[in-house]
């Protein structure tokens, strides 16, 4: 009928919105008629770059990335089966580029095929990089044993990455969540307590926590290394926190850690026992030299002895810069500070160095601040100071001489003392100034030859003067001489009030029982001690030392540590076993084991105190006083 037109026929806003949309939309559409493209809109220029006369005449095949060829003829064998079809594949843009399209094809009138093709190459690259982001992740767990979890409190699960079995930790049945009970199961039983206290208070704060412990590897019936760290990620309305955590298998790494520290024990334990040994027969040499002073001699007799004194003082300093920078090294060195005169302390370093200063025609002055006083420091180590700059000096001086200025400074409330030693020796050449303390350094080759030394002394100054809250410097102009300064905390404190001539009447009328192995260490000891005025027994081992002990009550035992037959420690304990009074004599270890951690066992033991090898009539006396002291105080109580 004229005039009328069908119910669904579009309208003519109808078909200038649909222009308006293909004209517009970001989306691309292709019209394909005869197997060609015959018409596309202006995203497909805008997205791919080929223009209309590029494009239209062309089957979009030819547009279509190679690879993608089975997609198409797929998607091609839906459009016939069932008039429509969709797919993702790429699509080559002009530029050589290519973008990812979802594909939605339509069968419209006649040949006509319309295509919608949707940009998703964003889609693409973001699944692309959590793809590589996931096989980073894998990476890093096969290689390091990295993994993360999360512990919710109010299910009292861990949900753990599904592939911890690569790093033989928790979740070895390939589960993803793991109950509480079953994780601290697999805690060796000697960290569950430690790990279990750590995490019960991140769960209660939130805090983090940073843990090391041992957990069962399922593979091979043993036990991993683990570090884990954790803190609060949410608190829940009970009050306990959601936890965060990573870990990481660090057993390859914990045993060799292990390793070195073993390596370290036994290079420490070696030191000992070298220590040990040498100190021994240097005790034996010492000692009769010292006793050799009471006698009487000829005036070149004594000064032969006075030489030999010195010779064997400087062998004791270089056997105390080999120990002591393996003690720096292990982190073994300890202080003992005590009032100290430093003038006097200085004086007497440079009284031992004065005779090779005059053998080489040099002076060796000192010079110190008159209102200097008393300071607390420890004594051997600031002495060690001192013999190796001073010692330096006088060693790389061939004409002039050394002055040794002391004094003290006072600077935001710290007083420090400060040592500066001034030679006119050969110098130091500029390019061998940077690395003058590292160990084992000589500022030239040719000086180990002519000079001599280990190379140890600069160094091991350098590290003593920091740990004693110092540091040390210098400026040197080569062939013109140097100057070394020094600056070590150490505080003003009242003058001791005795000195060691005080208490030699000490043990007048006293017994005292020497227990040692060694003879030559027998006879300097109880000559030492008769000179002060003691009554001495000697014996051979701690089996003899006790059965003297249990036989006759004496006032003072000197016990030596290494023994046959019965240690020192071992014949102390049975003598504190024995009745009183004999359980109640002060024992004072007498040994060449003198460091800090060693002589602490001998306290423990029962013993009063300690005296080092190789003995010396100042150290003895200054020890028996105080053990003494000692002893009166407890009596008096």
């Known amino acids: 009928m004229a005039g009328t037109t069908r119910a669904n026929a579009p309208s003519e806003l109808d078909i200038e919105a649909a222009r308006w949309f293909f004209q517009n939309t970001v989306d691309i559409f292709v019209l394909i008629r005869g197997g060609t493209i015959s018409r596309i809109n202006p ?15 062309r089957p979009i095949e ?13 998607l091609i064998a839906d459009l016939a089966a069932h008039g429509q079809g969709r797919a993702e594949h790429r699509l080559l843009r002009k530029d050589g580029d290519v973008m990812w399209m979802r594909s939605r094809v339509k069968q419209g009138a006649g040949d006509a095929t319309i295509v919608v093709l949707e940009d998703v190459t964003d889609d693409h690259r973001r699944a692309a990089d959590s793809a590589n982001a996931a096989r980073t992740n894998d990476l890093l767990r096969e290689a390091a044993g990295v993994y993360i979890w999360r512990f919710d409190p109010d299910t009292g699960l861990y949900d753990i990455d599904p592939d911890l079995s690569k790093a033989g930790a928790p979740g070895t049945s390939g589960s993803r969540t793991i109950d509480a009970d079953q994780m601290n199961s697999e805690i060796h039983p000697d960290d569950q307590r430690r790990v279990g206290e750590a995490f019960y ?10 843990v090391e412990y041992r957990h069962f590897r399922a593979d091979d019936g043993g036990w991993a290394r683990l570090r884990a760290a954790w803190r609060g990620l949410q608190k829940r309305q009970s009050g306990a926190w959601a936890v965060l955590g990573l870990t990481q298998d660090i057993s390859e790494v914990a045993e060799a850690r292990d390793a070195a520290l073993d390596a370290a024990e036994a290079k420490a334990q070696f030191l000992a026992n070298m220590s040990h040994e040498i100190r021994t027969p240097m005790n034996g040499v010492l000692g009769v030299l010292h006793l050799l002073k009471s006698e009487k001699l000829s005036a070149d007799g004594r000064q032969l002895l006075e030489e030999a004194v010195g010779c064997g003082q400087m062998l004791a300093e270089l056997l105390n810069d080999v120990i002591d920078f393996s003690k720096i090294e292990a982190g073994r060195l300890e202080f003992a500070p005590e009032p100290v005169d430093p003038a006097a302390l200085m004086d007497s370093v440079a009284n031992l160095l004065r005779p090779q200063a005059a053998a080489q025609g040099l002076w060796l002055n000192t010079h110190v601040q008159p209102d200097l006083g008393w300071a607390s420091v420890d004594p051997v180590r600031l002495r060690q100071i001192l013999f190796n700059i001073i010692g330096n000096a006088v060693k790389f001086t061939l004409t002039g001489g050394v002055d040794a200025w002391l004094s ?28 003058l303390f590292q160990r084992f350094h000589q500022a030239d080759g040719s000086t180990t030859r002519r000079f001599g030394g280990s190379g140890l002394g600069l160094a091991i100054s350098r590290r003593l003067a920091e740990l004693m809250g110092g540091e040390i410097g210098f400026k040197s102009s080569f062939g013109e001489g140097s100057t070394f300064w020094i600056e070590v905390i150490a505080p003003r404190v009242e003058a001791a009030s005795a000195d060691a001539s005080e208490a030699e009447g000490l043990l007048e009328g006293l017994r005292v029982l020497v227990v040692e192995d060694n003879p030559t260490n027998r006879l300097i000891a109880t000559r030492m001690l008769e000179q002060l005025g003691a009554s001495v027994e000697t014996a051979d081992d701690g089996q003899q030392g006790v059965a003297a002990a249990s036989r006759s009550a004496f006032d003072l035992i000197f016990m030596d540590i290494q023994m046959p037959v019965m240690d020192g420690i071992e014949a102390t304990r049975r003598i504190r076993a024995l009745p009183t009074p004999v359980c109640d004599t002060p024992i004072l270890a007498m040994t060449a084991n003198a460091m800090s951690h060693q002589a602490d066992s001998y306290l423990i033991a029962g013993m009063n105190g300690i005296v080092p090898k190789p003995l010396s009539p100042s150290t003895l006396i200054n020890q028996i006083a105080a053990t003494v002291a000692q002893s009166a105080q407890e009596a008096a109580a």
């Open 408 to 435: 003290r400074v006072e600077q935001d409330g710290v007083s420090r003392l400060r040592i500066e030693i001034c030679d006119t020796g050969v110098g130091i050449a500029p390019d061998h100034q940077t690395d």
């Open 43 to 57: 995203a497909w220029t805008e997205l791919s770059g080929w223009s209309v006369a590029e494009t239209v005449g």
């Open 62 to 74: 030819a547009f279509i990335h190679p690879g993608d060829d089975q997609i198409v003829r797929g």
């Open 201 to 210: 208070r991140t769960l209660a704060t939130g805090e983090p926590e940073v």
